[in-house]
């Protein structure tokens, strides 16, 4: 049985919104919808999505697809960034590289990533002791999704383990041993039944 990350694609970015409301952009949403019958995905029986609205937006139409009502953690979420609020994107990109090279600091008052991190990880294993037989979909973020990476793949928290740029990446593990199966990949290769071989 396997798990898989899957962190939402591209959003529609408006500084006027919280930025955990954002929801998809035209492309994200097409991404999504390209996958969301994919065949890899068959044998999953239960999809589980953070409560932001960019990641219930990617994980809707994918459980629709496999007849399914996806649970919604709350605590699944990005990490905490209220306290900066909107960056634009350079200054954004700054704040992160800092939040990933001191984990343990609070970063202009973000979460800090070793907390972060444990979080994730926390809902990570009470939602698939909670989940029927099967293969997961969990449906979040890049930043919390690299730091739950980092922690299987028994990883130092990096940036240079972080998803490419875009979002609409996934990582694969084994549900019973939480053994990595690859790091992350775009979402469009679950349409290819030639996935990489596990690492």
Known sequence: ????????????????????????????CLRV???????????????????????????????????????????????????????PPEEFERVADRFFAAPDQSIRGWERAVDA??????????????????????????????LLMCHIAGWPIDRCNDQPGGGGNVFAFERQTLKLRHAWQAME???DTQMAAPQ
């Open 33 to 87: 919808a390209a996958i969301a019958a994919a065949a890899a995905l068959r044998g999953t029986t239960s999809v589980i999505s953070s409560g932001e609205t960019k990641a219930i937006e990617t994980a809707l139409p994918i459980a629709a697809a496999l007849g399914l009502e996806p649970v919604i953690r709350e605590d699944m979420h990005e990490n905490d960034r209220s306290a900066t609020g909107f960056l």
């Open 189 to 191: 290769t679950l349409n």
């Open 117 to 146: 991190q444990a979080r994730v990880l926390r809902e990570t294993r009470t939602a698939l002791a909670g989940a029927p037989a099967g293969d997961v979909l969990l449906v979040g973020h890049g930043a919390v999704g690299t």
């Open 1 to 28: 049985m396997i798990v898989r990350y899957l962190t939402h694609p591209q959003v529609a970015i408006d500084p006027a919104v919280p930025v955990e409301r954002w929801g998809l952009n035209e492309t994200g």
